[in-house]
């Protein structure tokens, strides 16, 4: 025997609370009595008159009270509570900058983050006291699952949506999900924010963003996007190890093929040339580990907060792009990095990532000594702050 079902899916509840709604309408209760009196039991008629001004006063009453709830409840949405979803479309990216962000608000005393995420290693990025709710990858499921998966979806969101009651939510990934979409009415004085580093460019997926507030884009000072790095003054950084990064994956979708480089035949056999899944099994990830200043130098796609976490360490990067990458990023970050240790090469032009490479290895401390020092914004106010 099947067990009954406790909670409603959040199609149910809409549902119910358009039933509550239409039955508390002056018109249906008025129809209601009118029925009442001259149809199913018409000696009531008699009545009539009295229980017309007693519907008008109950009436009357009951917006007062409908009126005062719907306030309390957006009173009660809890102003030190940050939501914020992660995806798995474009890899560790997304839960990385969210790992970041919701370290940014708990700086504070009294904050509160929440984070829901499907990637599995999600405690070893986000910092303690952090709030995870787990959700299966919808990359994993088959075409015909992934219905079931936005119930799911729904039904995760909305209860914690309606237990963590955040004033503020964050979506982060390359395309709002319908699960995602359903649940925003749920809490209509919740803001929503879209974070999408180098904005949209499909109009169908654009199309999507009504029901957020606005779409968060990546920058440097740029108008209408956030700042990322800021003028410092660091040290040069003296314990560097004999490792490159090789992140040229960082960030990208999976249906993006990649020149095939064989890094190792391009530098020296003492220096160690770590892959991403290397160096998430032994850090914290790109954007919040410690170790990252220690690397000798990194190659990254033109992701604009690896870049901008690169510019930070002070870590010399060859920057390797290709016929996929977004040409206002590009031109962006060679504008900005032109007093950094950042170079740039297109994948296809093995000469010149060859060379680079070859500089990036041998002059890594001159790249450093004569680059300016910059260091992280604050992220995540510069975010709420937007209209």
């Not at 909670?7 to 709604?21: F, H, I, P, V, Y």
């Amino acid at each position: 025997m099947t067990a009954p079902r406790i909670r409603m899916t959040l199609r149910e509840r809409q549902l119910a609370d358009e039933l509550r709604r239409i039955r508390s309408t002056y018109s249906f209760n008025l129809g209601l009595l009118l029925t009442e009196s001259l149809i199913r039991k018409p000696w009531k008629i008699i009545l009539l008159p009295f229980s017309f001004v007693k519907l008008n006063i109950d009436f009357i009453r009951g917006k007062r009270n409908i009126n005062k709830e719907l306030s309390q409840q957006s009173l009660t949405l809890d102003s030190d509570c940050l939501l914020l979803f992660s995806t798995s479309e474009e890899g560790q990216a997304s839960l990385e900058r969210c790992a970041v962000l919701a370290q940014q608000w708990t700086q504070e005393e009294g904050k509160k983050s929440v984070i829901i995420t499907p990637h599995q290693n999600a405690r070893q990025f986000v910092s303690k006291g952090t709030l995870l709710y787990p959700i299966t990858d919808p990359k994993q499921l088959e075409k015909q699952e992934r219905s079931a998966w936005n119930v799911q979806c729904e039904q995760l969101l909305a209860n914690v949506l309606q237990t963590h009651r955040p004033a503020n939510a964050l979506f982060d990934g390359p395309f709002p999900y319908r699960g995602v979409l359903d649940c925003i009415p749920l809490m209509e004085k919740t803001n929503w924010y879209w974070i999408r580093p180098e904005g949209v460019r499909d109009a169908v997926v654009a199309a999507r963003s009504n029901d957020f507030i606005n779409i968060v884009q990546f920058g440097f000072g740029e108008k209408g996007a956030i700042n990322m790095t800021k003028q410092a003054s660091s040290e040069i950084q003296s314990n560097v190890q004999p490792k490159i990064l090789d992140g040229r994956n960082y960030g990208q979708r999976e249906n993006i093929k990649q020149n095939k480089l064989d890094l190792l035949s391009l530098v020296k056999k003492e220096i160690d040339v770590v892959n991403l899944e290397e160096w998430y099994h032994n850090n914290q990830g790109i954007l919040t580990s410690r170790d990252t200043s220690q690397l000798l130098g990194a190659i990254l796609p033109p992701n604009i907060e690896a870049i901008s976490k690169m510019m930070e360490a002070n870590v010399p990067t060859l920057c390797i792009y290709n016929e996929h990458t977004n040409k206002s990023t590009l031109r962006k970050l060679r504008r900005t990095t032109q007093r950094h240790p950042i170079m740039f090469s297109h994948e296809n032009d093995n000469a010149q990532i060859k060379n680079s490479i070859h500089t990036l290895v041998v002059n890594h401390q001159n790249m450093r000594s004569t680059s300016n020092s910059v260091q992280r914004t604050d992220w995540i106010s510069q975010i709420l702050s937007i209209n």
